[in-house]
């Protein structure tokens, strides 16, 4: 796990069978189809990339997705999801790139609070597509091992870079989250790190349940 307070990415997701798994079951050219379908306004414009047309080996594949995201343990302390707006797959091949845009803030009726990409692509088999996000100013480029989840903020202007090599695949998505704050997510999350150390010392009991139920009022206070 690596990241800002904003910004966290998130390893393991999906382990090295399940990759390949999907790249076997998504290198089907035909798959593929033209990814503006669901941008709109200006996001239309700056996007130049292909996403699944809605076959079985497409939806076979983002329910083994979404199934692994919604088990991590990291991603349920970090999002508190209460669901995921949308989940799609896309595909930069070489020339493709996505301007700088920001998410919609309702997708399928859902508020998104957080963005995700999940990368299904060995980063050494691509030149350039880095998913780079503007947080207060500064950018950060990020470009990791596949299995990879990066989770930031829906309100973070983004865009991902030109792929001049290869084929850059991976999955996004949008979470609803049970808290619509990033700052008490950050605070949840804490609390969620704080028991996992705590278990890890074997701290006593009592002393757990107290958190435990910190952190439980917390969710209750501030929770939708």
């Known amino acids: 796990m690596r990241g800002t307070d904003m910004i966290l990415q998130i390893a393991g ?8 798994a999907l790249g076997e079951a998504l290198g089907d050219p035909a798959l593929w189809i033209d990814g503006r379908a669901t941008a709109s306004g200006r996001a239309r414009d700056a996007k130049a990339n292909q996403q699944t047309a809605p076959t079985e080996p497409a939806k076979a594949a983002l329910s083994l997705i979404e199934r692994a995201i919604l088990a991590h343990a990291v991603f349920q302390s970090a999002a508190q999801p209460e669901a995921l707006a949308r989940l799609m797959l896309n595909r930069y091949g ?8 920001v998410d919609a803030p309702y997708i399928g009726g859902l508020r998104t609070d957080l963005s995700f990409t999940l990368f ?3 980063p050494a088999s691509y030149d ?7 947080s207060a100013g500064a950018e950060d480029a990020i470009k990791p091992p596949a299995g990879t989840l990066a989770l930031y903020p829906s309100s973070f202007v983004h ?3 030109k792929v001049t090599r290869g084929a850059r695949l991976a999955a996004v998505g949008w979470v609803k989250s049970r808290l619509r704050s990033a700052e008490h997510r950050a605070m949840a999350f804490e609390l969620e790190r704080i028991g996992a150390d ?3 010392i074997d701290a006593p009991a009592a002393l757990r349940d107290r958190l435990q139920n910190l952190r439980n009022n917390f969710l209750r206070a501030f929770g939708d």
């Open 120 to 122: 299904l692509s060995d």
């Open 198 to 200: 705590l278990a890890a």
């Open 128 to 134: 350039g597509g880095a998913l780079i996000i503007d």
């Open 13 to 20: 997701v999906l382990d090295d069978g399940a990759l390949a």
């Open 94 to 101: 070489e020339g493709m790139e996505y301007g700088a845009h």
């Open 159 to 161: 865009r991902v870079e």
